[in-house]
């Protein structure tokens, strides 16, 4: 059976899918994209303010699901230019500085919303 994840301290989401789907003890969160609840626009700055956003809102659902970081098994990271994959690990480093789970990086033609980051997330408990 599955289990929907509505997380309200995190941005909604922008189309007709769930911020994150919980089945056997396995999160699935759909790809989150560095918007500021607060306002519901892309936070202002580059790749190293987006990235942090990012983070930031994935771990809001995480909670809310009774997830963690630790919990993170594989990260998919969108980027719309490879060449912001320095500032982002940097950043994503702070967020995984033990055990990080597995991941992979692309370079897609664009991302919603204009954002340069968009990551998708598995988690286990």
Known sequence: MKRIIK????????G????????????YVSGTLPVDPATGKIVEGGIKEQ???????????????????ENVVKSTVLLSDMNNFKEMNEIYGWFYSVNPPARASYQVVKLPLG????IETIAVK
């Open 7 to 14: 997380c309200e301290t995190a941005p909604a989401a922008i």
């Open 16 to 27: 007709p899918y769930s911020q994150a789907v919980e089945v056997n003890g396995t999160l």
């Open 51 to 69: 990235t942090a956003m990012v983070l930031k809102n994935i771990g809001e659902i995480l909670k809310e699901a009774g997830y963690g970081f």
């Open 115 to 118: 954002a340069l980051i968009e």
